[in-house]
């Protein structure tokens, strides 16, 4: 069965999701939520800024609050598919011990085999279902995400005129950057400061 690491690890495919960057996250630490001022302007030329995408998937409540909702289900649903099994298999250790006393009849033995058959695959197709769904609501997740960053990214470069705003992290193809010119926190603040669900 799929573990939690795989659910939530595919969490980091939010980034890629985003191609307004580009490119994907890196580990790197939440943006302090204090409220931030806009950064230095150019004087001349391009006026070029730049966000974290790691650090405002990390500092997105409304994420972060779905992301936990997510594993209390993947949890709940790895539970009850454990419970299944066990409940299958003392089944199965009962009727192996009616054989090997004699107490069923070969035509029995059959019919019981074709249930427990049965029986296994509706288990499979049960956890399937719980997982498809977990996933699919991650999808809608960082499709809403991605969604709403690119929104507030959009009114920034259209309020203070930037040329360029790019993502700086381990994959990106920004290796150094000036912290006069990151915006992560001022985008955090706008995306925080409402209260609706991400869902």
């Known amino acids: 069965m799929t573990d939690i690491a795989r659910i939530l690890s ?20 939440p943006a302090s939520a204090a ?7 150019a004087t001349s030329g391009l006026d070029i800024v730049f966000v974290k995408v790691d650090s405002l998937q990390a500092g997105y409540t409304a994420v972060a609050t779905e992301l936990q909702r997510l ?7 790895q539970e009850n598919h454990a419970g299944r099994v066990k409940a299958l298999e003392n089944e199965v250790k009962g009727l192996q011990n009616q054989m ?7 035509n029995k033995v059959q019919a019981e085999q074709q249930r427990i058959a049965r ?29 709403r960053v690119k929104a507030v990214l959009e009114d ?21 950057t ?6 992560t926190s001022l985008v955090l603040q706008r995306l925080n400061a409402t209260s609706d669900s991400i869902q």
Do not use: W
């Open 156 to 176: 920034l470069q259209e309020e203070n005129g930037y040329d360029f705003i790019l993502n700086q992290g381990q994959n990106s193809a920004v290796l150094i």
């Open 10 to 29: 595919a969490s980091a495919l939010v980034l890629l999701c985003l191609t307004f960057f580009g490119c994907d996250n890196s580990g790197t630490a």
């Open 178 to 183: 000036n912290d006069d010119y990151d915006i």
């Open 71 to 77: 594993e209390e289900n993947f949890l709940k649903a």
């Open 119 to 147: 029986k296994e695959q509706e288990i499979m197709q049960q956890r399937d279902l719980a997982l498809n769904s977990i996933q699919e609501d991650q999808m809608r997740i960082q499709q809403n995400f991605s969604e």
């Open 35 to 41: 409220p931030a001022a806009s950064p230095a302007r």
């Open 100 to 106: 090997q006393q004699g107490l069923l009849a070969p």
